[in-house]
């Protein structure tokens, strides 16, 4: 489970002040309150907006967003494709790679398809307009150097329109595509090449630019049965979830125009839904752990506001990819200490021990502290996205990546 | 001696208050007519800085559109530009209110979802789960706006609420969606300042595919003039890339004539009233010259009186500035309207919405009222300093040293103004300013001649008994005092005289253009026009409705582009010349009217207005350099007409041509030529009712006539406030100097007393040097005047606005202002008069006779 964006409890009416240090400064910054206000209106509008048309085939919550189905009936490779509809859904890829020259890296690159318009009923009288908009196109990109020791945010954010951002169709291969944050003439895109996915990013401002191409080492595995991954206790709180465990990947990386032939192992995460973090929920922490001996964990837990566990699942996946899905009593971790952000002041849990069933005992180690993506477009949103190495009996048995969402005040993500 | 000072003051005050108040009113009048407007100049310029502040923040850079507004194609070659951080694309539309066409709301599209400085306060709407619901709304609900609170509570606007705007032909329902202080993130936004959508405003109230502005936020430690450069490389010639400096600047140089016109006008008033503070300080000098006298007699030096002098005006001026300034800021508030009205009429840019006080307006009414008092009495005190501690002892022994001079004082004012007749022939046209210099000249050789005029007067005025002769003779005996006040009195009417002649001679000259080019029946544009610009257009339906009324015969279309030319922003006209030759009439300066029409029909080729000829230095035969979409073009000028519609300047081409350098695009305004015998009204009632709901304003040949003076008028009214001021001013210095003979002549009154004159005889006596001032001042006046008038007409009008104005004058109108002028002296001279003629017979036993 991934995400981005910030907190806010509407379900509640609660608004949560935001710590000082994420109050947007009185001038050129207001933007922030701007994508804040937005992000936020989605929901407002969810709450009042009278609902989509009777006659859509997939279920539509009382908000006028379609909703996940167990009995989804999955459609590959057409269902790789954006789905409309949905409030969200995503394209997140982490993985490690490494370049010719033996240096270590760490990558995330993530497309966000946002839905800002239940149905995306724009007024005929306003789509005369090509900036006119139901959606809208997030990417984030971060590149953590492990050897040097730097970590680099990059983000995009456009309406979704011709002019700046889309969404292809199915069969074209282009997936997404948007042009670049500002100051970046090149585009950011991800295609599908026939296996699995090829995507690219720049940004000159940050000096970094990766373009990576993968090929799948295990075949596709569903995250719950059917690919329906449950969320919470309500009925309509869950996610369409399906991964790549293992995708072989090369390419190139730039960083500040020193270029490097890199390869490694990334996974990939699909998910689409419009009720993945239910009213009670504040954030999540969530692992996909790659071990040596072939199987993988994908471990989430939904945490309350107190910081309690409200809802937790898992998948195993075996060595040939047969999944076995994990219920609370199955897994449960537990941080062993805190590190506090120098950008955000916001202190998130690291070093975790995970215990599998009543044998195992894993101990997941963040490869460097400071792995946090401040998202300026996106009304400063802060989260977690590092990566990490798996020990287990004192022993490195495989690497992977970690989620820490919803931590600090003024970072539930609005999903 | 400073001890002494205070008391003195006091003394001052408590002795002579008329003269006090009077001194102190002539400071506060000069004052106030430089702060107020100081005050509107500034604001001028303010409001153009402002609107798109509260949005975009302080861009780095600015892409407009040379011309047109520009593709928002180019929108991504901007945001991809290196060292870009942010780009804003901003579409701008003035709509009038559909209850309240004078008003305008200045609409912002901008993409709400890119990162722009708008506020949108989401805590400004209750009601709201979350405060913030109004943003995605504003993608999705039609008409979503965002408002001033201080607008929303002018109309009684909540949020949710809806109105009707109109945009060219089309008429639109807003909503309110958000009500955001956008004045309190730019301080001179206006409260008229909307945000919606780009969306939204370009769909419903402008043109989908256009942009009229991208502002751009550099990164850190990017050289601006790089990216300008690379930007404007890239983006091609329909787009301008500026820094916010240089477009402050263009806008201030568009308004230099109006600013530099209306300052000039305020320092007349100044002027004046530095002769108030003259000869209050004059005035006070001769009462106390005894005082002075003893002073010096009893060992203060002359330095130390000087100071004590000194100081004491500059009290008087700082008292003058106290009330000055609130009068000033009254004025402005008073006028902020008219000025706001001509900034968005005549120079297309942003109205003034509220008046910000710059700080500076306070020093420069401290610098011009204090100074300007010191400088006034500077002379006189120093005179009286001069003087022999004896001399001051006596009477009779101050006006000696000016009988002495006129003579010489004239002579120098003659030279004087000969010499700026002769610089005329070399500096007209080489330097810009002239005009103004010339007028000072004017200004300060004219007082000059006043002692002469005063003595002639006096001298062939025959003496016959008690009446108004001897008040004509009287005034030469108290020839500086008089001088002064006749002074002040006949600049106060040149500028009367001159503005109203040039008022007058410009107005008949319209007069005559309008009746030339005003064929048409009926013209046809819409509410938004005045400042809708090219988004007030006519929807093609709109048209086939007026082509297709039975009692039309001809339509005449006129398709406006801003463009940039000879780099100033210019309105271009696209003309359809599908009528009959007969029905054009263009006033030639230059060329022939109906060759230039077959030219423009026929060819590329263009017309262009007198002021642009002037401006640009070019005429028939030059050719016209435009920036289209396809690069620099030139175009050949086959003519030159008289225009008096901008003095920005004009340029007319056919419709063809217009389509073919910048595309097709709508038409902005249309003239209807009704079959013989209909009547225009009627047609447009039938009109009306054929396009129910459809904002358009109708004007027939004689309603667009009275609308044209009517925007005249408005140009010029706040002239006539200054000339107003200049009056009440001079009628002070009438009254003063008055005041001051008959303190005087307290013991020559007091022997005519004596001697068994009435004391309505002297009153008589009074009130007839008031006239006698009022007459001279008149005179001279006269002649300043038209001498002002002339170089108004003739050289300020040519270097600044670029109108051939033919001279004509109304002498009814001369006359009715000299009455006024006699009647304020009378007025004037009453109180005077009345102190004067209760002068007691006892008087005559005091040593001073």
């Avoid at chain 1, 710590?19 to 947007?24: G, I, K, L, T, W």
């Avoid at chain 2, 709407?125 to 001033?148: K, R």
């Avoid at chain 2, 109708?698 to 006539?705: A, D, E, G, P, T």
Wanted: glycine share 10%.
């Amino acid at each position: 489970m991934k995400t981005f964006e910030f907190e806010r409890d509407n379900r509640s009416g609660q608004r949560r002040e935001i710590p000082h240090a994420f109050r947007p400064d009185l001038d050129r910054r207001n933007w922030r309150l701007v994508a804040v206000a937005f992000l936020l209106g989605i929901v407002a509008h969810v709450t009042t907006h009278p609902g989509l048309s009777e006659t859509s085939p997939t279920p539509v919550s009382a908000n006028g967003w379609k909703t996940a189905q167990p009995d989804f009936s999955w459609q590959f490779p057409r269902d790789h494709w954006a789905h409309d509809g949905y409030r969200t859904e995503w394209w997140y890829f982490t993985g490690h790679l490494e370049s010719d020259s033996g240096r270590r890296f760490g990558y995330q690159f993530t497309v966000f398809k946002v839905g800002l318009v239940p149905g995306g009923d724009i007024d005929p009288s306003v789509q005369a307009s090509e900036w006119h908009a139901s959606g809208l196109w997030m990417g984030h990109a971060s590149i953590s150097d492990l050897d040097n020791g730097t970590h680099r945010f990059c983000e995009v954010l456009h309406r979704e329109i011709p002019l700046l951002s889309g969404f292809g169709a199915y069969p074209d291969p282009r997936l997404a595509w948007a042009r670049g944050p500002a100051g970046t003439a090149d585009l950011w895109t991800l295609d599908w090449n026939g296996e699995a996915f090829d995507f690219q990013m720049a940004d000159e401002g940050k000096g970094v630019r990766f373009d990576l191409k993968t090929r799948p080492r295990k075949p596709l595995v569903w995250q719950g049965p059917n690919g329906y991954s449950r969320k919470g206790s309500e009925p309509d709180a869950a996610s369409l979830y399906y991964s790549f465990t293992r995708l072989e990947t090369q390419g190139t990386l730039e960083i500040d125009g020193e270029t490097f032939k890199v390869h490694g192992q990334s996974w990939m995460d699909k998910e689409f839904g419009s009720n993945q973090l239910t009213s009670g929920q504040v954030g999540w922490d969530w692992f996909s752990l790659q071990l040596d001996d072939g199987t993988e964990l994908m471990l989430y837990s939904l945490r309350r506001a107190d910081g309690t566990v409200d809802f937790a699942r898992g998948t195993h996946i075996d060595a040939d990819g047969t999944p076995t899905y994990l219920d609370s009593d199955d897994w449960s971790f537990q941080a062993r200490r805190e590190w506090k952000s120098p950008t955000s002041d916001i202190r998130y849990p690291l070093d975790w021990q995970i215990r599998l069933g009543s044998d195992r005992t894993l101990t997941v180690r963040p490869q460097r502290d400071n792995q946090e993506n401040h998202a300026l477009r996106t009304g400063q949103l802060s989260y977690w996205e590092g990566a990490v190495e798996v020990e287990e009996n004192g022993k490195r048995v495989g690497v992977g990546y970690v989620e820490l969402t919803g931590y600090g005040e003024g970072n539930r993500p609005p999903i | 001696m400073l001890r002494y000072f205070f008391l003195s003051l006091r003394t001052q005050f408590s002795r002579g208050r008329s003269l006090f108040v009077l001194s102190v009113l002539g400071v506060a009048l000069g004052v106030a007519s430089v702060v107020s407007i100081q005050v509107l100049n500034d604001n001028s310029l303010a409001a153009f800085r402002g609107g798109i502040r509260a949005i975009s923040g302080d861009a780095d850079l600015t892409v407009v559109g040379a011309g047109p507004a520009f593709s928002d194609s180019l929108y991504p070659t901007v945001l991809g530009t290196r060292g870009v951080e942010l780009a804003i694309p901003l579409y701008q539309v003035a709509v009038s209110l559909a209850d309240d066409p004078e008003t305008y709301l200045e609409v912002v599209g901008v993409d709400l979802l890119a990162p722009t400085g708008l506020p949108v306060n989401p805590t400004s709407t209750p009601g709201d789960d979350d405060g913030f619901g109004a943003v995605s709304e504003a993608l999705s609900v039609p008409g979503w706006v965002a408002v001033t609170p201080a607008l929303a509570e002018d109309r009684g606007w909540s949020r949710g609420d809806t109105f009707v705007v109109s945009s060219g032909s089309r008429s639109v329902r807003l909503q309110v969606g958000a009500l955001v202080d956008f004045q309190s993130y730019a301080p001179l936004a206006s409260r008229y300042l909307a945000v919606m959508d780009i969306s939204q405003a370009q769909a419903l109230l402008g043109r989908p595919g256009k942009l009229q502005q991208i502002d751009v936020h550099l990164a850190e430690g990017v050289n601006p003039e790089d990216v300008r450069e690379t930007l404007q490389d890239e983006l091609g010639p329909m787009v301008r890339v500026t820094t916010p400096s240089s477009r402050t600047d263009d806008a201030a140089n568009l308004l230099s004539a109006f600013r530099l016109n209306l300052t000039a006008l305020s320092m007349i008033s100044l002027f004046v009233g530095m002769f108030l503070i003259f000869s209050s300080t004059q005035a006070s000098l001769v009462r106390r010259r005894r005082e002075i006298g003893l002073l010096r007699s009893l060992g203060a030096t002359r330095l130390q009186v000087l100071a004590w002098l000194i100081g004491e005006v500059a009290w008087l001026g700082l008292i003058g500035v106290a009330v000055g300034i609130p009068i000033g800021l009254f004025a402005a508030t008073q006028n902020v309207e008219v000025v706001s009205a001509t900034l968005t009429n005549i120079y297309l840019l942003s109205a003034i919405d509220s008046l910000r006080i710059p700080a500076q307006t306070y020093l420069l009414a401290a610098f011009v009222g204090i100074g300007g008092a010191v400088l006034g009495a500077l002379f006189p005190a120093w005179d009286s300093t001069r003087k022999d501690p004896r001399a001051l002892l006596s009477a009779f022994s101050v006006h000696e040293g000016t009988q002495g001079v006129a003579g010489r004082l004239a002579l120098a004012g003659g030279i004087l103004i000969g010499l700026a007749l002769l610089a005329t022939f070399f500096f007209r046209e080489s330097w810009r300013y002239f005009g103004f210099a010339v007028g000072l000249v004017l200004l300060i050789a004219l007082p000059m001649m006043t002692p002469v005029l005063v003595q002639a007067v006096s001298r062939i005025t025959p003496a016959a008994g008690f009446n108004f002769s001897l008040a004509i003779r009287n005034l030469s005996a108290r020839l500086q005092t008089t001088s002064i006040s006749i002074a002040s009195l006949a600049i106060a009417v040149s500028m009367m005289i001159g503005v109203t002649l040039l008022i007058s001679s410009f107005r008949s000259t319209l007069a005559t253009w309008v009746d030339d080019t005003i064929r048409a029946d009926i013209y046809i544009t819409t509410e938004s026009w005045v400042r809708g610009g090219e988004d007030a257009f006519l929807t093609e339906d709109v048209l086939a409705t007026l082509r297709g009324h039975g009692d039309v015969a001809a339509i005449e279309t006129l398709r406006r582009l801003s463009l940039e030319i000879e780099g100033r922003p210019i309105w271009v006209g696209g003309v359809s010349l599908t009528l009959p030759d007969s029905l054009y009439s263009f006033p030639m300066r230059e060329g022939n009217a109906r060759a230039a029409l077959e030219s423009i029909r026929a060819s590329d080729s263009c017309l262009i207005s007198e002021p642009l000829s002037r401006k640009t230095k070019l005429g028939v035969g030059d050719s016209l350099q435009v920036r289209t979409p396809r690069g620099l073009e030139r175009y050949p000028i086959v003519g030159v007409t008289y225009d008096y519609s901008s003095d920005g300047g004009t340029a007319l081409v056919s419709e063809a041509t217009m389509s073919r350098l910048f595309g097709e695009g709508p038409v902005q305004n249309v003239a209807l030529f009704l079959a013989p015998e209909t009547d225009p009204d009627e047609v447009i009632g039938e009109l009306r009712a054929a396009l129910p709901g459809v904002p358009l304003s109708y004007r027939s040949n004689r309603h667009i006539r009275e609308e044209v003076f009517r925007i005249f008028d408005q140009t010029f009214a706040i002239t006539r406030l200054l000339q107003g001021m200049a009056l009440l001013v001079a009628a002070c210095g009438i009254s003063l100097t008055l005041l001051v003979v008959a303190r005087e002549r307290v013991a020559e009154l007091a022997l005519y007393r004596s001697l068994g004159a009435l004391r309505r005889q002297i009153f008589g006596l009074f009130v007839g040097e008031g006239l006698g001032l009022a007459l001279l001042g008149l005179v001279l006046g006269t002649v300043g005047g038209f001498a002002l008038a002339g170089i108004l007409v003739y050289i300020i009008n040519p270097a600044f606005f670029g109108w051939t104005i033919r001279p004509d004058g109304s002498w009814a109108e001369w006359a009715q202002q000299c009455l006024t002028i006699l009647a304020v002296a009378v007025l004037a001279s009453l109180y005077p008069a009345l102190k004067a003629s209760r002068v007691p017979a006892q008087e005559l036993t005091r040593e001073d006779l």
